[in-house]
């Protein structure tokens, strides 16, 4: 390992991010440091090392190249403030399930940065294979002072599911403080919903969360792919009905149209936890990729309902393709924080 728990392929990839952006995006080195969230000393280190190790020649060389075009698109045609794109697998048939160690490896990477920064003393978390694939891949170091909260409820139908539940892994590797309310991620209906938020703890876990600085989640597409439907969380049928309500993506819980805009649908009564965050004075990150999440992620975006986004490479092109398409609302503009649904 490196210093600071950062693997050595890690600072290979910062170094060749941190070339790129000098040689080819002509960006300064506090601009750089900016945008990579490091000190412009390491940001000389990591320029000058990239130029000794020959990773600068005439061009930038590596797998990265491509990636780091994606993300400057990707951050100035959704007004992100964060991007980060993962070489993908040459067999795009393998879907998801391939993908998540490197979208977890490069999640793990901006969490570790930002807690190193400590700007953050409240984090908020949401369930799925790509946060739990996130804090296996974190470096374990304390800190003092931090919690970690649930933004949505933790259980589900299916005991087997309890995999995702990432809340504990990472209280446990950081000795933060863990809340996480003992509720269902759904209640079977709203008079259930009404009796579990007066619970002891749920409320405390809730308002812990919705203090939170920071956001992590992943992005659900509507099908039976989805995490929601494979753990259990919810039924075939109702994600159909979410499908037929005009629901093209879920985040945590919630659903949205093509637009990007929240849609109520029968689901929505039921569900436990936090509104979905409103990016203004707050990072939301979102790790996501696979060709199945293209329509997902793309919804998303357009919603601005995220400030930060790690992708695949090809997801990135496929979202980047999808935009650049005939707007679904037809010039319908988008107003940050604007809801269909409560």
Same mark, same amino acid.
């Given at each position: 390992?490196? %210093? +600071? ?12 991010? &941190?070339a ?11 601009? #750089?440091?900016?945008?990579?969230r490091i @000190?412009p000393?390491?940001?000389?280190r990591?320029i000058?090392g990239? &130029?000794?190790d020959?990773l600068?020649?005439i061009?930038?060389?590596? !797998?990265?190249?491509?990636c780091?075009?994606?993300?400057r698109?990707?951050?100035e ?6 991007c980060?794109v993962?070489?993908s697998?040459? !067999?795009?048939?393998?879907?998801t399930?391939r #993908?998540?160690?490197? /979208?977890?490896?490069a999640a793990?990477?901006? /969490?570790?940065e930002? /807690?190193s ?7 908020g978390? +949401?369930?799925?294979?790509t946060?739990?694939a996130?804090i ?7 800190r003092g002072?931090?919690?970690?909260a649930?933004?949505?409820?933790g259980?589900? *139908? *299916?005991t $087997?599911?309890s ?6 892994a990472?209280?446990?590797?950081t000795?933060? &403080?863990?809340?996480?309310p003992?509720?269902?991620f759904?209640?079977?209906? *709203? ?6 938020l ?7 876990a809730? $308002?812990?969360?919705?203090e &939170?600085?920071l956001?992590?989640m +992943?992005? +659900?597409?509507?099908?039976q792919t989805?995490?929601?439907?494979q753990?259990g969380?919810?039924l075939p049928?109702?994600? $159909?009905q979410?499908?037929? $309500?005009g ?7 919630l659903?949205? !149209?093509a %637009?990007?805009?929240q849609? *109520? ?5 039921r ?6 965050p409103v ?5 939301? /990150?979102a ?7 293209r ?8 919603g601005?309902? #995220?400030?930060?986004?790690i992708?695949d490479?090809?997801t990135?092109?496929?979202v980047?393709?999808?935009?650049d398409?005939q !707007?679904p ?6 107003? @940050?924080?604007?809801? %269909?649904?409560p």
């Open positions: 390992m490196k %210093r +600071g728990g950062v693997p050595p392929g890690d600072e290979t990839e910062l170094a060749t991010r &941190a790129w952006l000098y040689y080819e995006a002509s960006l300064t080195q506090a601009e #750089i440091s900016e945008h990579l @000190p000393a390491r940001v000389q990591l000058a990239a &130029a000794r020959g600068v020649r061009l930038i060389e590596g !797998d990265l190249a491509g780091l075009g994606l993300e698109r990707l951050i045609r959704f007004s992100l403030t964060y980060r993962v070489p697998l040459s !067999d795009e048939a393998t879907g399930r #993908i998540i160690p490197s /979208l977890g490896r793990a990477a901006f /969490l570790h930002a /807690l920064r400590g700007g953050h003393s409240v984090v978390l +949401g369930h799925g294979r946060m739990a996130m296996d891949r974190l470096p374990r170091e304390m002072g931090l919690k970690v649930s933004i949505i409820g259980l589900s *139908r *299916r $087997d599911a995999l995702f539940d990432v809340i504990h990472l209280a446990d590797k000795g933060a &403080a863990a809340y996480l003992p509720v269902p759904y209640a079977q209906s *709203r008079a259930d919903r009404r009796v579990l007066r619970q002891r703890g749920v409320a405390e809730f $308002d812990v969360a919705a &939170a600085t956001y992590l +992943g992005i +659900g597409e509507i099908g989805a995490s929601l439907s753990t969380m919810v049928e109702e994600l $159909d979410a499908s037929r $309500d629901a093209v993506a879920e985040m945590l819980g659903f949205v !149209d %637009r990007g805009t849609i *109520r649908t029968e689901l929505h009564d569900r436990i936890g936090i509104p979905l990016p203004e004075g707050r990072e939301v /990150l790790v996501a990729g696979g060709p199945e999440k329509t997902a992620i793309t919804a998303i975006l357009r601005r309902l #995220i400030t930060g986004l992708t490479e090809t990135a092109q496929d980047l393709e999808a935009a398409e !707007d609302a037809q010039g319908i503009s988008h107003v @940050p924080g604007k809801r %269909r649904a």
